[in-house]
């Protein structure tokens, strides 16, 4: 025995589409990166539905198909937010317990409107309900609002190393935790969820970058740990803006009614990296982080898989 403590086995990576529909290229780019980035760091790799909101039927499944179907393998049985309710509520009551939560009568309209006042920050919660009297909860409940639960924040900024972006510090307000129907809110969700499944690396579109100051906060006071992230660039179309189904032939689905394989999608994915592959093996061989393209993929000829 020599004395020195082992290093840490890495933990594991994850994918956690939402199922609101098929998924598109900037999705299967996404979703191939994070395997990728878990794959050559000896790390186990999730998958995670998060179907807490916006379910269309059918679409989780063609979600897991095409990601099978480009190569993509996962460990251990696929997690569905909707089955893991207690473990969210679990961490609610921890934090009500601590004093951290209060509740919110705020409609949409009223904290948009809030939000715009002058020197109010940018999409942050204003605080308007967070020193409510018992009196003006009551008259709130006796008026039928219903009642989110929020975090009551004791910081405004919290900063996050990110591989790809490095030292980044961003807002954090009073996040909800709970919305005013009873479903629990995206940020507490992926945190109980990462840290619940040993998540210690988390890869996704760099526009999430922005919100992962918050959700590194609430791991931290829920004594959990922070993962490692890695925001990479997104997949645009030709006029500059996020990828999205409406751009055309955009999902595998789509490509393989053009007579385009799997593995010509997965070689154009891999082309967009830098690279020449047509499976996940020959391109995990290839893979170093260090290469990946800064800028996001300009898509402008959503056709340019199609065979003639």
């Not at 003006?136 to 639960?149: D, S, V, W, Y």
């Not at 030709?238 to 009614?257: H, I, M, N, P, W």
């Amino acid at each position: 025995m020599t004395g020195m403590a082992a290093t840490p086995a890495p933990g594991a990576g994850r994918y956690a589409p939402s199922p609101s529909g098929d998924l598109h290229l900037g999705n299967l780019r996404t979703a191939v990166l994070a395997w990728l980035f878990a794959r050559t760091t000896g790390r186990r790799f999730v998958l995670r539905v998060e179907d807490l909101d916006r379910v269309r039927p059918g679409a989780a499944q063609r979600q897991l198909d095409d990601l099978a179907a480009i190569g993509l393998d996962w460990d251990g049985p696929v997690l569905f937010q909707s089955e893991r309710l207690a473990g969210y509520t679990a961490a609610i009551d921890r934090l009500t317990a601590a004093g951290r939560t209060y509740e919110c009568y705020c409609t949409r309209a009223e904290i948009q409107q809030a939000a715009t006042a002058p020197h109010a920050p940018m999409g942050a919660y204003p605080g308007t309900c967070r020193e409510l009297s018992d009196r003006q909860r009551r008259e709130r409940r006796a008026a039928g609002r219903p009642a989110a639960l929020r975090l009551r924040a004791e910081v405004t900024d919290y900063e996050i190393t990110d591989l790809l972006h490095g030292a980044y510090r961003g807002g954090v307000d009073d996040l909800v935790l709970r919305r005013g129907d009873g479903t629990p809110a995206y940020n507490l969700a992926a945190v109980v969820d990462d840290a619940d499944s040993g998540i210690d690396q988390v890869v996704r579109g760099d526009d999430l970058l922005s919100s992962t100051p918050r959700q590194a906060y609430l791991a931290e006071l829920l004594g959990l740990p922070v993962p490692t992230y890695a925001h990479v660039p997104l997949v645009l179309n030709g006029e500059g803006r996020r990828l999205a189904k409406r751009d055309g032939a955009v999902t595998l689905s789509d490509q393989r009614a053009l007579g385009n394989t799997p593995s010509d999608v997965l070689a154009l994915l891999a082309r967009s990296l830098g690279y020449e592959a047509h499976t996940m093996t020959e391109l995990r061989g290839l893979f170093d982080p260090v290469t990946i393209p800064a800028e996001p993929w300009i898509l402008e000829d959503i056709g340019l898989l199609e065979r003639h």
